[in-house]
């Protein structure tokens, strides 16, 4: 299975919203099964969204998750300097097997 | 709180056999969860190598199935990786992780740096 399509990198000024698409998530049956994780250089992924809008407890609201057609995204509302790192998303695929998308690099002008 | 820890050699020789062991705390490996591994090649994206649940049934990556086998020791509360005839493309981060159908995973081992060189 091919990683999910995300774009590379994508940047924002602080306080701004940045919006991070994954692609192709129709291909798989459980197409509401999407989650999304944080990761940070030298560091394990923090979950941060799962069924594409859910919260795990911890993490603020500014982090948001839709759907549309064949696309998840997710948007991070009034940045910070601490948002900076790597996001992946994740798709379950079926039969106790996922998928993560390429990654992409937010960076915080 | 569930708590997961890796071990295993840090370097393989080519051809070689990469064997991995991660250590469940702070939960039970026979609850209703899958336990997975995933690697990241340096500077690289994460992929799923796939996942064992209690009762022993595995899933495997495509692209890995044929090397790859996984096991759960429920007694010691901890599950295992192979991978078999590895090259320096298998030379990545590889962390276990705890996953339910519902979040995925939601918990991860800090991962050990695995070098396949001679």
């Known amino acids: 299975q091919s990683a999910l399509p995300q774009p590379p990198s994508v940047s924002g000024s602080p306080g701004q919203s940045v919006t991070i698409s994954c692609s192709g998530i129709?291909?798989?049956?459980?197409?509401?099964?999407v989650s999304w994780y944080q990761q940070t250089p030298g560091t394990a992924p923090r979950l941060i969204l799962y069924?594409?809008?859910t919260r795990p407890s911890g993490v603020p609201d500014r982090f948001s998750g839709s759907m549309s057609g064949d696309t998840a995204s997710m948007t991070i509302s009034g940045l910070l300097a601490e948002d900076e790192a790597d996001y992946y998303c994740?798709?379950?695929?079926?039969?106790?097997?996922?998928?993560f998308g390429g990654g992409t690099k937010l960076t915080v002008l | 709180q569930v708590r997961l820890q890796e071990s295993g050699p840090g370097l393989v020789e080519p051809s070689g056999t990469l064997s991995l062991t991660c250590k469940v705390s702070?939960?039970?490996?026979?609850?209703?969860?899958?336990w997975g591994w995933t690697r990241q090649p340096p500077g690289k994206g994460l992929e799923w190598i796939g996942s064992?649940?209690?009762?022993?049934?595995?899933y495997y990556s495509p692209s890995l199935k044929s090397r790859v086998i996984m096991s759960v020791d429920k007694a010691k509360n901890e599950f295992s990786l192979n991978l078999a005839s590895v090259t320096a493309a298998d030379t990545a981060v590889y962390s276990c992780?705890?996953?339910?159908?519902?979040?995925?995973?939601?918990?991860w081992g800090q991962g050990v740096l695995v070098t396949v060189s001679s």
């Open positions: 069924e594409i809008t």
């Open positions: 994740c798709s379950y695929t079926g039969r106790s097997a996922w998928v």
């Open positions: 129709s291909n798989y049956v459980h197409y509401n099964r």
């Open positions: 992780s705890r996953a339910s159908l519902l979040t995925g995973p939601d918990s």
């Open positions: 702070g939960f039970s490996i026979s609850g209703t969860y899958h």
């Open positions: 064992v649940y209690h009762s022993g049934s595995t």
